[in-house]
């Protein structure tokens, strides 16, 4: 991104703060019609992308060129047709309305600007899947099997990549963008402003710093809190890891591991509640779940997750002993419990949520609670600038997701209108030969691939678009396949050979990408199984009586437990390979009824832990005991 001063830089900052104002007024005062707020999401956004992000690596980074400003100047075009023709187009009927030629240029235009868009802000990889989506769109009645489709006219092409309000670049991604996610990530700039994301830092030094592995469990906690904030891996990566890699690599741990359990525990931010990324907005609204519910259900996960990545910690810890954090790091408790008014705005979008308000209005008007407490300490006050500051982070870090998820709708459009959807849902279900666990596994292999490439926003909307479905129709349940695509979209941040999460990771602890993804993948194994247990024991989902809800965690619990040992290597001492096989091996059946029954497998998995635990003592007293000499 770049780094501007002068008038240039006083111009961008009209556009990211005007883009987060409008979010703000229409929190304040409702949201306005579909084409309106959609129209004003993008009129600030795309141009945006263009004064921001340079064309290529070599492309000036402390000013914007000629070229760039022309880009700029098309990108606004398409938005302002929308918002001050959108009379005639809601009174258009599709189908049916004849295209004018203004609309069929200014549709050319809005697509290529999109393009280039999200070549430079987003994705390259994203940007490549419209291409090849457009392609097939113009050109599939001459493709053979499956991606064929008859042949659409150019009027066609265009109204339905940018003249409709319920699909296209202008259709409902976008618009859960321009609603729910705008003022989330506006929210999340103001309680980072606020200091929010240092307490959290602050606090998990002092509730972990000084067990084993201390600045490492460190990273795990404030990245489960940091989380919440960012909704996204590689700031969650850059904001708590500046801090804990070094300090982890300061103790002893290898540069290796420090970079990958910032890496994992950064990617499980996107799984924690309340703010679980811009993705789990568009899952409400394409299921039509309240926000709260799919919080609630996801949260049992997101906790087994942060479990998984902090046990192998501490089993490392244990491993190499290595040493804690000095008294003298951690912060007063009570400086802690002085500043825990900081918590404020996330107790209100919480609250304001669960008594039935949107997440929409919890959003603003946490936004304002935030702005409100920040009086209560001098040194915390949202003075103009600050406020200017907030606006503009805010606005900076809508560009990506607003581009992201016009780019995704316009994808959508096409598989959808194509048929290419409905193709690749028979060639699974033939594939799989209607097993549901195959097709389970061709949907997760779905997810990862695009999450290597794209966001973890538009990985996931194009997955279950295509996935979705499928799972479904085989009697998938909708929150349970949505979760599992959702969840596997975000593994793939730390799943090589492209794991971004573990890119940022790397560049901070300085080590190899490649190997550093390999250990972030280790240490995160457990988001590999929780998927599958959300599908096959709905107790996790906080579904069921209390004693199945309570069964399935404590057998999902043990079985994280075991898969932790397993793959470390470690309890009291080394674990050979085949017990280490027998333990993974387990971990695997237990959660899981279709082979043993909840109460089976709790039991088989305390009478293993049992077993391993004495021979473990045996081998650990036979390595203490005197030698002979």
């Known amino acids: 991104m770049r780094e501007l001063s002068g008038t240039q830089k006083h111009i961008v900052l ?4 005007g883009v987060s104002l409008f979010h703000l007024y229409t929190g304040a005062t409702g949201v306005l019609e579909p084409r309106l707020q959609r129209g004003f ?13 340079p064309m290529t690596k070599r492309a000036p980074r402390d000013r914007i060129p000629l070229y760039d400003w022309i880009w700029a100047l098309f990108a606004i075009l398409p938005s302002v047709y929308v918002i001050l023709d959108k009379d005639r187009l809601n009174e258009r009927w599709e189908g049916a309305t004849e295209v004018t030629t203004l609309q069929i240029w200014v549709g050319i235009i809005v697509v290529i600007c999109l393009l280039e868009a999200v070549r430079r802000s987003t994705a390259p990889a994203l940007a490549g899947l419209m291409v090849l989506a457009l392609i097939h769109l113009i050109f599939g009645h001459h493709l053979p099997g499956f991606l064929y489709h008859k042949k659409f006219s150019l009027d066609w092409i265009i109204e339905t990549c940018y003249l409709l309000d319920d699909e296209g670049i202008y259709g409902m991604i976008t618009g859960v963008s321009s609603i729910f996610v705008a003022l989330f990530v506006i929210f999340g700039a103001f309680i980072h402003g606020l200091g929010l994301g240092q307490y959290f830092i602050d606090l998990a030094c002092r509730l972990a710093g000084r067990t084993a592995g201390g600045p490492a469990k460190v990273a795990v906690i404030s990245s489960a809190f940091f989380g919440t904030i960012s909704g996204a891996a590689s700031a969650n990566v850059f904001a708590t890891g500046t801090f804990s890699i070094p300090l982890m690599k300061r103790i002893g741990y290898r540069a290796q591991f420090a970079g990958a359990v910032e890496a994992a525990a950064s990617t499980g931010g996107q799984l924690m509640p309340p703010i679980m990324g811009a993705a789990a907005f568009l899952m409400a609204q394409i299921t039509q779940i309240p926000y709260i519910s799919i919080c609630k ?19 490392e810890a244990l491993k190499y002993n290595l040493k804690t954090m000095g008294v003298l790091e951690a912060v007063a408790v ?7 008014y900081l918590f404020l705005p996330v107790v209100a979008l919480v609250a304001l949520m669960v008594i039935g308000y949107s997440p929409f209005k919890g959003a603003f008007i946490g936004t304002m609670v935030a702005l409100g407490i920040s009086f209560f300490d001098r040194e915390r006050w949202m003075t103009p600038r600050k406020i200017l500051e907030a606006l503009d982070r805010g606005g900076r870090n809508l560009i990506m997701i607003g581009c992201a998820c016009a780019g995704a ?25 209607g097993i549901f666990l195959i097709a389970l596994f061709f949907i997760m292999a779905s997810a990862i691939v695009l999450g290597m490439g794209l966001p973890t926003t538009a990985a996931y909307v194009l997955a279950v678009s295509v996935g979705g479905p499928t799972l479904i129709e085989m009697g998938g349940d909708v929150l349970q396949v949505h979760l599992f695509v959702f969840y596997f979209s975000i593994m793939a941040c730390v799943t090589p ?8 990771g790397a560049s901070l602890a300085g080590t190899d990408p490649l190997k550093t993804g390999f250990e972030a993948s280790r240490i995160a194994v457990a988001g590999y199984i929780i998927p599958y247990m959300l599908i096959y024991n709905e ?6 009586s209390f004693l199945d809800i309570l069964l399935s965690l404590v057998a999902a619990g043990i079985a994280v437990y075991l898969v932790v040992i397993g793959f470390e290597g470690w309890m009291l001492t080394h674990l050979n390979m085949i017990e280490r096989a027998v333990l993974t ?11 043993l029954s909840r109460f089976q497998g709790i039991l088989f998995g305390i009478v293993l832990i049992a077993v391993i635990y004495i021979l473990q003592r045996n081998r650990q007293k036979k390595l203490l005991a005197p030698q002979p000499v």
Do not use: E, W
């Open 41 to 53: 999401h993008l009129l600030f956004l795309l141009p945006l992308a263009f004064l921001l992000f």
């Open 539 to 544: 107790g996790i989902l906080l579904k069921g």
């Open 297 to 315: 259900a996801a949260l049992p996960a997101a906790v087994l997750y942060f479990l998984c990545v902090g046990a192998m910690v501490h089993y």
């Open 409 to 433: 709708g316009l994808i959508i459009s096409v598989v959808v209108n194509t048929g290419l959807g409905l193709q690749f849902s028979n060639l699974v279900i033939s594939s799989s030969g």
């Open 497 to 504: 050979p492209v794991a971004l999460g573990a890119y940022a």
């Open 334 to 340: 009570r400086k802690l419990l002085k500043d825990a």
């Open 14 to 17: 009209m556009l990211t703060v």
């Open 585 to 595: 091996g387990a971990a695997i059946l237990i959660p899981f009824p279709l082979v």
